[in-house]
């Protein structure tokens, strides 16, 4: 136990800092007009940063228009059974055919497990990280389901998403069914000094497609505080809710619509992010 402080310890102050312009100028490199450009912006800074990857392709698409899909791996290190950091980089199309900025959902999360990937590139890791940039997941986890039905699929020991997380400084996650992981998380999070909510029911996103296959997830998210708690409320509570009759999150009204725009993402959050994916694969790291 002392050497995981220790080492989470040494992993916040290496990546701890200042909020950088560059990373709202990462963010905006995805706002695109279809999928084939945030694909390229995606390759683009991977090039940058120096993160070799390969490019996995999957039959998709919507219910009769089929379409190839793209998930983008980044694999560092090695060792029997692999840890996967996810984040899916697509987004989604109005009625009027014009893709939304998607930068909520999901080019923050997006930047922020790259930069998380450059940090533990430098780590010495027991299990192989595969960090994965997840294509289709609007349509339905399409990108995700391929991997998890795919064969390297037995080697996954735990999953960590990353969904939404462009603004606030509370983390929430879905609660791991696997008790070994959820320690895992708690330990990351105590490392942090970050109060994460644990969310029984989540919103849906990637990690959906591992737990069908019976294999050790989670998803996380960050936004403002108030914002969280009404959206465990407003999943979690049902009827005893308190919430006014007809109230919907305000996340919920703004994604996968015109209002998920930059000026909602805060560099700072995309920051927060990354550290927090350098400190749970870390964590899941040293407890298996």
């Not at 290496?14 to 100028?25: H, K, N, Y």
């Not at 080019?107 to 595969?130: C, E, F, T, W, Y």
């Not at 009759?245 to 920051?271: C, M, R, W, Y």
Request: some cysteine; charged content about 20%; glycine content about 10%.
């Amino acid at each position: 136990m002392r050497r995981l402080a220790a080492v989470l310890a040494g992993v916040i102050a290496l990546v701890a800092g200042p909020a950088s312009a560059g990373t709202i100028e990462d963010v905006a490199t995805f706002i695109q007009p279809d999928q084939p450009g945030r694909l390229k912006a995606l390759e683009a800074l991977l090039k940058r940063e120096g993160l070799s990857y390969e490019i996995q392709t999957f039959d998709g698409g919507a219910k009769g228009k089929p379409a190839k899909g793209y998930n983008v791996v980044v694999t560092i290190g090695s060792g029997d059974k692999d840890i996967l950091l996810t984040a899916h980089y697509d987004a989604v199309f109005l009625k009027d055919g014009k893709m939304v900025e998607g930068v909520v959902d999901n080019a923050a999360s997006v930047v922020g497990i790259i930069q998380a990937a450059k940090v533990l590139k430098g780590q010495k890791l027991k299990h192989r990280l595969r960090v994965i940039f997840f294509d289709q997941e609007e349509l339905g986890l399409i990108g995700a389901k391929a991997y998890a039905a795919g064969p390297d699929a037995g080697r996954v020991a735990a999953v960590i998403n990353f969904d939404v997380n462009a603004f606030g400084n509370t983390p929430f996650f879905s609660e791991p069914k696997d008790p070994a992981l959820s320690a895992a998380v708690r330990r990351a999070c105590a490392a942090a000094k970050t109060d994460c909510v644990s969310f029984p029911v989540y919103p849906p996103s990637d990690y959906l497609a591992f737990r069908a296959k019976g294999i050790p997830e989670t998803s996380f998210s960050i936004m403002g505080q108030k914002d969280v708690h009404q959206l465990w409320l407003f999943m979690n509570a049902g009827k005893d809710s308190g919430l006014a009759e007809g109230f919907v999150p305000g996340v919920l009204a703004q994604i996968h619509t015109d209002k998920d725009t930059l000026s909602a993402v805060d560099p700072k959050t995309v920051e927060l992010a990354g550290r927090l994916a350098v400190q749970l694969v870390t964590a899941v790291d040293a407890a298996e």
